[in-house]
């Protein structure tokens, strides 16, 4: 069985479809992938590698970047400092795009507040195997999705969103209405976020 978000009426919990397990929200269960090109492997630890890769996929329209099992990648500053819907630690999500590694972490290493990880409305990101921490969406009052935020398509398989935070919303995750979310076999578990008014959005989001 496959979780599924889309169009959820305003300030509903992603984590009330997943379902509340000793603290920490799982979903298990199969999400078939559709094929990508795929990268020369991601080195260990090279984070400036990891961003060009998402660069060509996004400008590709669609692309599969793998990271080398294993390793952790440490953002130590915003790959877009100044986006609409806060700072992001990755390129905007604009194509298609499957990041899939086995015990990969991309993560923020910086006292500089962003999230991981925004997909754009007309994008698609797919985490494969691959845990996403220390983000935090937190710079101003108004900013949700401390791991991730998606305004498009968001697929999450054998993955684990733990350890982010978020000034208003979706700590974990955050699902902007109209968007779509699938786990299988994922964790969110262990983030944080203050509710406060958001005017102009409605967001679906998880607090796990």
Known sequence: MEAL???????????????????????????QVPAARQGTPV??????????QVNEANTRG??????SSGCSYELNAPA??????????????????TISGNRATITRQSTTPFRIA?????????LNGITVSGGS????SGTA?????????????ASRITGNTASVLGGGIAVASGATARLAGSIVSDNRAR????????????RG
């Open 43 to 52: 080195p260990c630890e090279d984070v400036t590698e990891l961003i060009k």
């Open 62 to 67: 669609r692309g599969t970047v793998v990271p």
């Open 137 to 140: 969406a937190a710079e101003d």
């Open 5 to 31: 978000a889309t169009r959820p009426p305003a300030d509903h919990l992603l984590v009330a479809l997943l379902g509340h397990i000793r603290g920490r929200y799982r979903h298990t269960g199969h999400c």
């Open 118 to 126: 925004e997909v754009a409305q007309q994008g698609s990101l797919t």
């Open 195 to 206: 509710r406060r008014q958001h005017c102009g959005r409605r967001w679906w989001h998880s």
């Open 80 to 97: 877009v400092p100044d986006g609409t819907s806060g700072a992001s630690g990755l390129p905007i999500i604009t194509g298609e795009l």
């Open 145 to 157: 999705g401390g791991g991730i935020l998606t305004e498009g398509t968001l697929r999450l398989v």
